[in-house]
């Protein structure tokens, strides 16, 4: 292999590398960019971590699903994609409204993945922890102790991205 050749390929290599680093930027991203935003109770959770750095913890009520939650005789795997439907309440936040191991035709729904299979159902969406300023994170701590409100946007496909996380201390109790 030639000099020329050798440098060509080192070439193509750093800028395949690149691409693939900004295409995972992008696809993360990619929520933000088009999706709809709509809000979602928080459940409180204890959001101290010393090796983590300033983020707050979140944990929502529709990543905690009733075991009869699927209609399939058997119930997800753990780590299997689901998809959970959402509704509109009367307080404006979006809740459980079904959960689907096919992609729903329509309506607003969240793409997750199964953390725990046996009663109850946890699923992740990739949305568990807002970073913040060490301020910021201090300050979201004492406020989300009484629960607050998720702002998401949800891409066309499901996939959800944290915009904002507000302490809402004047929910009403039950939420959705």
Sequence with gaps: MTRAQTSALLCAAIV???LVLVGMVA???L???TGTEIRVATVP???RSMFRGDYVRLRYEVGTLPSDAFSEAQPPRVGQIVYVSLAKGADGHYGFAGA???RPAGGKFLRGRIARNHAPIRVRYGIEAFF???EEAARLERGLLEGGVAVLMVSPDGRAALKAVVPSLSRPAGGE
Excluded: G, T
Aim: aromatic residues 12%.
């Design 16 to 18: 395949f590398q690149i």
């Design 27 to 29: 696809r993360a991203a």
């Design 31 to 33: 929520p933000l960019w």
């Design 45 to 47: 959770v204890d959001p």
């Design 100 to 102: 689907s191991l096919e």
């Design 132 to 134: 913040a300023s060490k």
